[in-house]
């Protein structure tokens, strides 16, 4: 069974920085691009980044480009979002999923989500 | 503002078809397969429609999807009140290299 969990959560004052994990099962990692997509409360789904198979090649929103990084780790099957700068309009939950075919939006398996807050 | 357009809501009766539209431009939609998903509230949304029309494992084939043009359909027929949802669309943008997302429709069904 596919599961993608999501970790690290948490509240967190404007111009902090959190790590956020999505530790990945029941399938081969290392086969799929990864990419994290955040919902604001109340607010649609917004799509934050996305990393390739080999993790050599990422994109990211404008809105996240240069206080977002998108990594992972196919040893460990895991992936991460190391978000620095963080403001109030970053609050949200954050959800990684998988793409079941390279170049495209098909977002096949989501994980649960991780509340990031951001406040003072 | 997303830069792909639903409209907010949409309504119709159970057993009813209803459609939600998404409208974007030649660097999105008009180049790109289109995907769909739906969402419950406190939940992570779920794969209802790939490349377009595909419908994954599992999905009745009560939903669909079509495109024309800068423009892409999902379609619900038979209508449930299981149905009452948020749906979204998604593809990828050329022009911005990201993903993008519509606003997103609540179904209502009275």
């Known amino acids: 069974e596919v599961q993608l969990v999501e970790s690290g959560g948490g509240l967190v004052q404007p111009g902090g920085s959190l790590r956020l994990s999505c530790a990945a099962s029941g399938f081969t990692f290392s086969s799929y691009w990864m990419h994290w997509v955040r919902q604001a409360p109340g607010k649609g789904l917004v799509w934050v980044s996305r990393i390739i198979t080999d993790g050599n090649s990422t994109s990211s929103a404008d809105s996240v480009k240069g206080r977002f990084t998108i990594s992972r780790d196919n040893a460990k099957n895991t992936l991460h979002l190391q978000m620095n700068s963080l403001r109030a309009e970053d609050t949200a939950v954050y959800y990684c999923?998988?793409?079941?075919?390279?170049?495209?939006?098909?977002?096949?398996?989501w994980g649960q989500g991780t509340l990031v807050t951001v406040s003072s | 503002q997303s830069v792909l357009t639903q409209p907010p809501s949409v309504s119709a009766a159970p057993g009813q078809k209803v459609t939600i539209s998404c409208s974007g431009s030649?660097?999105?939609?008009?180049?790109?397969?289109v995907s769909w998903y739906q969402q419950f509230p406190g939940t992570a949304p779920k794969l209802l429609i790939y490349d377009t029309n595909k419908r994954p494992s599992g999905i009745p084939g009560r939903f669909s999807g079509s495109k024309s043009g800068t423009s892409a359909t999902l379609g619900i027929t038979g209508l449930q009140t299981g149905d009452e949802a948020d749906y979204y669309c998604?593809?990828?943008?050329?022009?911005?290299?990201?993903?993008?997302f519509g606003g997103g429709t609540k179904l209502t069904v009275l």
């Open positions: 998604g593809t990828w943008d050329s022009s911005l290299s990201a993903g993008v």
């Open positions: 030649s660097s999105n939609i008009g180049s790109h397969y």
């Open positions: 999923a998988r793409c079941s075919r390279g170049d495209s939006s098909n977002f096949d398996y």
